[in-house]
């Protein structure tokens, strides 16, 4: 097919068609003529090269995500995304705050912050890759929007990043990957942000939610105690990253320096410690199950 027919059946234009040519996103034969005659695979790449652009993705990312068969890459890019937003929505905050009559001191410390907690959720999010990562980075975002006011805060601040710098990769074999791909392939951040209000109700009124979830409690641990759910991909994964978390020192250095580092997170993990001893108090057969 030739470019004029191109332009026709992608709605682009000459000038973009050669442009992502020049990019190398696609690789249109030679004619002897000098002319480019253009493949299927280049229509289709083309269409999906304009969505990507629309949704306002750069070339370089582009080309990645077009060699990415298993969908990581438009994942990492997503979650980057609703960072992004979500330090825009805090930026918009602080100059309503500014025109209200807040100082400029006042909202150049809260601006370092937003600019230093946007290292710390890309650094969660490069430690962490694939589905794990995208739900550790969403599940701390909202706990970094306050500022580093304390000497404590910024020593915190700096024993995460080095955790992060520093932290052993995470890898599963081959069958577990293909497993957490297709079972993840198709949560999109909000479904990851609808968890998270999940567990967020579930901790601030604990008795509610055994009360409304006894049925389902009770079939969940019955099944963690039978052979079908030892033998499976699900408890293989959960046992490696129990693993992982015991010995990278997630539990040792991470946990602790969140604390330090955001109020609001201290706040939460004693909520979770409440709402765990609830939960083990009527049901104390968990704690077995999780040794």
Request: charged content about 30%; glycine content about 4%.
């Amino acid at each position: 097919m030739f470019i004029k027919e191109v332009c026709t059946t992608t709605k682009l234009t000459k000038k973009a068609i050669e442009y992502y040519i020049e990019q190398g996103l696609i690789f249109p034969d030679i004619l002897e003529n000098g002319y480019r005659d253009f493949s299927t695979d280049d229509i289709e790449k083309l269409k999906k090269i304009a969505v990507l652009r629309k949704l306002g993705l750069g070339t370089d990312d582009i080309k990645i995500a077009l060699s990415d068969e298993n969908g990581e890459t438009l994942q990492k890019l997503s979650i980057q995304k609703e960072l992004r937003l979500k330090q825009e929505r805090a930026k918009q905050s602080l100059l309503d705050k500014l025109s209200t009559g807040k100082s400029f001191d006042e909202v150049s410390v809260e601006l370092k912050s937003i600019e230093k907690n946007e290292t710390i959720t890309e650094k969660l999010l490069d430690a962490f890759p694939g589905y794990y990562g995208r739900f550790i980075t969403l599940h701390f975002s909202r706990f970094l929007n306050e500022p580093i006011s304390t000497k404590e805060q910024q020593v915190a601040y700096e024993e995460i990043v080095s955790f992060l710098d520093n932290v052993p990769a995470l890898n599963f074999p081959k069958d577990l990957q293909e497993f957490l791909i297709e079972c993840t392939k198709n949560f999109s951040t909000q479904s990851i942000i609808e968890m998270n209000e999940k567990i967020k109700q579930s901790i601030e009124n604990p008795e509610n939610f055994l009360s409304e979830n006894k049925e389902m409690l009770d079939w969940y641990l019955k099944y963690k105690q039978s052979e079908e759910y030892k033998n499976s991909p699900t408890y293989k994964i959960q046992e490696m990253l129990k693993e992982f978390n015991s010995t990278s020192g997630y539990y040792d250095i991470f946990i602790p320096a969140m604390k330090k580092l955001s109020t609001s997170y201290s706040d939460y993990y004693k909520q979770l410690e409440i709402a765990n001893e609830k939960l083990l108090s009527q049901y104390p057969e968990i704690q077995n199950l999780s040794n």
